[in-house]
Nanobody, 124 residues
Framework: QLQLVESGGGLVQPGGSLNLSCTAS????????IGWYRQAPGKEREGVSC????????NYADSVKGRFTISRDSAKNTVYLQMNSLQPEDTGTYYC?????????????????WGQGTQVTVSS
């Protein structure tokens, strides 16, 4: 059974950092493009970042460029999202995704497998 399990969410003050993790079971992440989406209350789900199956290309939403970094650890079959300089507008549920299209424009992204999500709240 293919499964993605996110962790690392929580409550953080503006300007703080969090490092989200997503561990896959039932398949090898290295073979797929993987990424992160988020959904804020009352808003549509949006792509945040993704990394190609080769690991040679990473893409980010304009709103997080320079603040978020996606990476993968093949040995742990895990993908990470390091989030720095967090702002209240980064609040939302963050979803790990795998097996799809990781292109330059987030509007073109498409992923088959989704995790259950982890909550990130940025508030003072």
């Amino acid at each position: 059974q293919l499964q993605l399990v996110e962790s690392g969410g929580g409550l953080v003050q503006p300007g703080g950092s969090l490092n989200l993790s997503c561990t896959a079971s039932g398949f090898v992440l290295n073979y797929y493009s993987i990424g992160w989406y988020r959904q804020a209350p009352g808003k549509e789900r949006e792509g945040v970042s993704c990394i190609s199956s080769s690991g040679g290309r990473t893409n980010y939403a304009d709103s997080v460029k320079g603040r978020f970094t996606i990476s993968r650890d093949s040995a742990k079959n895990t993908v990470y999202l390091q989030m720095n300089s967090l702002q209240p507008e980064d609040t939302g549920t963050y979803y790990c995704v795998a097996d799809g299209v990781c292109s330059t424009h987030t509007s073109s992204w498409y992923f088959t497998h989704w995790g259950q999500g982890t909550q990130v709240t940025v508030s003072s």
